[in-house]
């Protein structure tokens, strides 16, 4: 079966950092590009980042520019984004997502939810 | 302005057909965007309906029925999802997408009832 699962998520405090994993299994995560994101409660899709295969190009939602590092590691098939200087707005759940070679999200994980609060 | 306008919300019969706009921002041409429409159902992910710029250029997602389609009115500047012969289970969140300076971006989301 294709699947993502994401992991990670937690409660943090506001200047806090968190480090979310995204793992694959059914497929081979070096054919795709990948993509994190991420929806606050109550409210809608926030797509904030985007990595090549070779991980060589990467880019950033304004929201999280410069907070927010995305990166592979195609050998142990997994996606991470590492989230620094985390702010209250942050609070959501975080998805990846595969983009398949049409451009399409066609396959999702189910989230993990990130919760900044002191 | 935002990139992406939907209407936030849109009811609609079982049985009749809901038109589900996506407006692009003033400046930006509808025509020479793809558009990606994705759905979503409470407590679960998006999942990719189909992509749109033109009747030569567009995708239905995998198992998605053809009762859901796409279209441009560009007199509008908008993206357009179709979905006709409405079922309570098309009941969702449904959000655009296109690539617009090196940047995926949604629009807001349109939650289409169906009662």
């Known amino acids: 079966e294709v699947k993502l699962v994401e992991s990670g998520g937690g409660l943090v405090q506001p200047g806090g950092s968190l480090r979310l994993s995204c793992a694959a299994s059914?497929?081979?995560?070096?054919?795709?590009?990948m993509n994190w994101v991420r929806q606050a409660p109550g409210k809608g899709l926030e797509w904030l980042s985007f990595?090549?295969?070779?991980?060589?190009?990467?880019y950033y939602a304004d929201s999280v520019k410069g907070r927010f590092t995305i990166s592979r590691d195609n050998a142990k098939n997994s996606l991470y984004l590492q989230m620094n200087s985390l702010r209250v707005e942050d609070t959501a759940v975080y998805y990846c997502?595969?983009?398949?070679?049409?451009?399409?999200?066609?396959?999702w994980g189910q989230g993990t939810m990130v919760t900044v609060s002191s | 302005q935002a990139v992406l306008t939907q209407p936030a919300s849109l009811s609609a019969s079982p049985g009749a057909s809901a038109s589900l706009t996506c407006t692009l921002r003033s400046g930006i041409n509808v025509g020479t965007y793809r558009i990606y429409w994705y759905q979503q159902k409470p407590g679960s992910p998006p999942q990719y309906l189909l992509r749109?710029?033109?009747?030569?250029?567009?995708?239905?997602g995998s198992g998605v029925p053809s009762r859901f389609s796409g279209s441009k009115d560009a007199s509008a500047n908008a993206g357009i999802l179709l979905i006709s012969g409405l079922q309570s289970e098309d009941e969702a969140d449904y959000y655009c997408m296109i690539w617009h300076s090196s940047a995926w971006v949604f629009g807001g989301g349109t939650k289409l009832a169906v009662l």
């Open positions: 059914g497929f081979t995560l070096s054919s795709y590009e």
């Open positions: 997502a595969r983009e398949d070679d049409l451009d399409t999200f066609d396959i």
């Open positions: 749109y710029k033109s009747d030569l250029d567009q995708q239905q």
């Open positions: 990595i090549t295969i070779s991980g060589s190009t990467k």
